[in-house]
């Protein structure tokens, strides 16, 4: 079993910068890949960023440019660094990891995020 902790998460104007963290524990040799992903009212979950253990990125079009994701293995954490925040950026943002030998895929509580003036 994985846990996933994320923190940082808060109310910020639109234009400005938020930090997340996620600190995984229990058994992180199981995954390799992390991401991030983000729910807002009335919308589907969708994934925002994910890197893998050899720091290889991939992002949503939607925060290309404003997203960076990034990860300290020795700490077992995954960082997203957002920039230039929009209102449409709000959501329930989620730590996700999938097992590199089951279906299994590990998933932390959520922190909300909300871009209002």
């Known amino acids: 079993q994985v846990q996933l902790v994320e923190s940082g998460g808060g109310l910020v104007q639109p234009g400005g910068s938020l930090r997340l963290s996620c600190a995984a524990s229990g058994n992180v040799f199981s995954i390799d890949a992390m991401g991030w992903y983000r729910q807002a009212p009335g919308k589907e979950r969708e994934l925002v960023a994910v890197?893998?253990?050899?720091?290889?990125?991939s992002y949503a079009d939607s925060v290309k440019g404003r997203f960076t994701i990034s990860r300290n293995n020795a700490r077992n954490t995954v960082y997203l660094q957002m920039n230039s925040l929009k209102p449409e950026d709000t959501a329930v943002y989620y730590c996700?990891?999938?097992?590199?030998?089951?279906?299994?895929?590990?998933w932390g509580q959520g922190t909300q995020v909300t871009v209002s003036s």
């Open positions: 996700n990891a999938p097992s590199r030998y089951t279906n299994e895929v590990y």
């Open positions: 890197i893998t253990s050899g720091f290889d990125t």
